[in-house]
């Protein structure tokens, strides 16, 4: 069964940045395509970012896009986010997803296999 799971949170200070890495196992042929979620303090889990299985495919929120930068290296199965000019409201706990098919998607409901999280805390 596929397994994915998240590292590299902690507290970095406005316009710095991070890098979340989300390790994957359990799969036996195709690699699994990769979401990205946060959810901030009350608010609903949003998604962020996705890469498809071969890395040819890669989608950004408005809120993210030009700061953050997805990208996979299959021969380790992982799957790196890179976080630069972070801002107070990138704070929240950081989810990666897994999902065995084609493409890649933001949508929550298609992703099967869960980690845990990361919390982000973006503070002065």
């Known amino acids: 069964q596929l397994q994915v799971v998240e590292s590299g949170g902690g507290l970095v200070q406005p316009g710095g940045s991070l890098r979340l890495s989300c390790a994957a196992s359990?799969?036996?042929?195709?690699?699994?395509?990769i979401g990205w979620f946060r959810q901030a303090p009350g608010k609903g889990r949003e998604g962020i970012s996705c890469?498809?299985?071969?890395?040819?495919?890669?989608i950004y929120s408005d809120s993210v896009k030009g700061r953050f930068t997805i990208s996979r290296d299959n021969a380790k199965n992982t799957v790196v986010l890179h976080m630069d000019s972070l801002k107070f409201e990138d704070t929240g706990t950081y989810y990666c997803?897994?999902?065995?098919?084609?493409?890649?998607?933001?949508?929550?409901?298609?992703?099967?296999?869960w980690g845990q999280g990361t919390e982000v805390t973006v503070s002065s």
């Open positions: 890469i498809s299985s071969s890395g040819t495919i890669t």
């Open positions: 359990g799969f036996s042929k195709d690699y699994p395509s």
């Open positions: 997803a897994g999902r065995l098919g084609p493409g890649c998607s933001r949508a929550a409901g298609v992703y099967d296999y």
